[in-house]
């Protein structure tokens, strides 16, 4: 029987914060939410009950991972805004090595930050079919009445991966690895109401930050 579970080092700090203006009357308001990662050390371990062995599968490490998620206005004139970075981002898979950053596209300043445009995707990162990274996803909609806002600072996503074909020396992992390892969400979103008769408008707020790990595996008949 194998298991995948997800470790963090001891010093890795999460911070969350969450703001809103709304109060129950009209004009435009604001509401907000962010996340920071600092230390950041994850390691994905593959491990056997029948062995105390343990080894990582993948490895994630940043100094920092900042993702923020805001909506503002009134009814009629909701937006949405949405930014993250990451620095000094290190990623080891399956026991390939470190990624190189430069190859995927990523460019890191002199301040080893990166920042991308929304949504930047790479496919099947290191020649892997189904393995994909995304820095600065942001997702959300807006209507007259309702804007919503996620970000997710980086994303790997893992789609139907072959581990047994990878012919890499990876342990007890085999067959189809399927799920993702999100770090850096915040959401936000604005509801806006205005009555049938000329009144106030009313508003409601709902937003949340939250830090958002998960991987699951899925063996192949």
């Known amino acids: 029987m194998q298991v995948q579970a997800a470790a963090v080092a001891e ?29 950041l050390d994850l390691d994905v371990l593959n491990t056997n009950f029948l062995s105390l062995v343990t080894e990582t599968a993948v490895n994630v490490s940043s100094s920092t991972i900042y993702s923020e998620a805001s909506v503002s206005g009134d009814y009629g004139s909701l937006n949405a805004m949405g930014t993250s970075y990451v620095e000094d981002l290190s990623i080891n898979l399956f026991g390939l090595g470190e990624l190189d950053l430069a190859s995927l596209g990523l460019q ?11 949504n930047f995707e790479v496919l099947n990162v290191s020649g892997i079919a189904g393995l994909n990274l995304i820095l600065n996803e942001q997702y959300g909609e807006c209507t007259d009445m309702f804007c919503s806002m996620g970000v997710n600072a980086l994303r790997l996503s893992f789609n139907a991966v072959d581990l047994t074909g990878l012919g890499l020396n990876i342990g007890n992992l085999d067959g189809l690895l399927n799920g993702d390892i999100v770090i850096g969400h915040s959401y936000a979103e604005l509801t806006a109401q205005i009555n049938e008769v000329p009144a106030p408008a009313t508003l409601g707020i709902f937003s949340l930050v939250m830090l958002a790990l998960g991987l699951s595996k899925r063996k192949s008949k």
């Open 108 to 118: 890191v300043d002199a301040d080893c930050l990166i920042q991308t445009s929304p």
């Open 11 to 39: 010093e890795t700090l999460l911070s969350t914060s969450a703001s809103s203006n709304v109060d129950g009357n009209a004009c435009t308001r604001i509401a907000s939410a962010s996340t920071t990662t600092n230390d």
